[in-house]
């Protein structure tokens, strides 16, 4: 017999998507420990989580799948190819649609383009940043620079100076990262540049110290400059994603973390996914008491699920150790900002824990 986790591990579903197909009676386990609730798997059942996790990867309904699963343990393996098959159409279908709106879309923001108005605005600011305020600023924003080589406008770091302020936003899709700092000098109208990471890189390295540095965006290039050293380049000629409309949230409910002890909790979890507990503080949710490893704490807990990249969660938390979490709901993005301070925050994308 295998456990919760070790089906798991071997099956590739993971034990929060076990859990699941348990509870809608897709793949429930051979046994169930009536003392202690662990689930339990026979050898043979292996297979067939395979074979689900093979289906959901094809993104085949539910509904679909019972039938295939049902069909394939029975013997009944004509019915698998037909619904096989009947679930292509289905999605050459879909595609088809998507294609047909997609090209709707692009249409639409080409006869927008074409009726816009053209307007001058200023690109040059010329303003002095203290090197540390800059540099933290930077660090806390770096860890979401995206790597899509589809969308490069998202490998860099958006520079955007209005006023006395200078923030620095980055995003991958999934995270967002905004850090203020304050500036003399510029006073004016706003300017935007998206500098590419390996400049903004360069630049960091010079923030040492606590030395004013002098920051010059000029059209689409950026220099930075101080204590006798100076980084140039270019922007990556793209427009950033509006992160003011993106981090436009209702206000929610405000939990101190726990940094060290969540981090802990983070750094044993291998997936792409875990649940977090949302109680009057944050915890990760123990698997233990699924995995017939030892007992702790699971599903029984009470408080708000919400599911999370681990490795995500813990490159917003290397900020700092004095950080809240504001969660709005299951499907909002979290927000993590350090306690007292509006300047430095991030967003998370939650993930789905059913499957």
């Not at 798991?8 to 051979?30: E, H, I």
């Not at 093979?54 to 037909?82: E, F, K, Y």
């Not at 305020?133 to 660090?139: K, P, Q, S, V």
């Not at 980084?231 to 206000?251: K, N, Q, S």
């Amino acid at each position: 017999m295998r456990s919760i986790g070790e089906m798991g591990r071997d099956s590739g579903l993971g034990v929060s998507a076990l859990r699941f197909y348990d509870r809608v009676g897709v793949l429930p386990p051979a046994r169930v420990d009536p003392a202690t609730g662990y689930r339990w798997y026979a050898p043979e059942q292996l297979d067939e989580a395979r074979l689900l996790a093979r289906l959901r990867q094809a993104g085949m309904p539910l509904a679909d799948v019972r039938l295939v699963l049902a069909a394939w343990s029975g013997g009944d393996t004509g019915l698998v190819p037909r619904l096989l098959d009947g679930h292509l159409r289905r999605l050459e279908r879909e595609l088809a649609d998507a294609r047909g709106a997609l090209s709707a879309v692009r249409a639409r923001l080409g006869h927008k383009e074409s009726t816009m108005t053209t307007t001058t605005r200023t690109r040059t600011a010329r303003l002095t940043v203290p090197a540390a305020e800059f540099a933290a600023a930077l660090d806390s924003v770096r860890f979401a620079v995206g790597t899509d080589p589809e969308l490069p406008v998202l490998g860099g770091i958006l520079f955007d100076v209005e006023g006395e302020d200078l923030h620095v936003v980055a995003t991958d899709r999934y995270r967002m990262a905004v850090a203020r700092a304050s500036t003399t000098g510029h006073g004016g109208e706003r300017v935007q540049l998206t500098a590419p990471a390996p400049l903004v890189d360069a630049m960091r390295a010079l923030l040492t110290g606590d030395f004013p540095a002098l920051l010059t965006v000029d059209g689409d290039g950026i220099e930075l400059e101080t204590q006798g050293r100076r980084v140039a380049g270019h922007g990556l000629g793209e427009e950033f994603p509006d992160y003011r409309r993106l981090t436009r949230l209702p206000e929610g409910r405000r939990i101190p973390l726990d940094v060290p002890a969540l981090r802990q909790g983070l750094a044993g979890q291998d997936g792409e996914r875990c649940a977090l507990v949302l109680t009057d503080t944050v915890t990760v949710a123990d698997e233990a008491v699924e995995s017939g490893l030892e007992p702790g704490y699971g599903s029984g807990v009470a408080g708000d699920r919400v599911g999370v990249n681990p490795a995500f969660l813990l490159d917003a938390l290397a900020v700092g150790d004095d950080m809240l979490l504001e969660y709005v709901g299951p499907k909002a993005p979290l927000v993590l900002l350090r306690s007292g301070t509006e300047d430095a925050f991030s967003l998370l994308m939650p993930c789905t824990l059913d499957a």
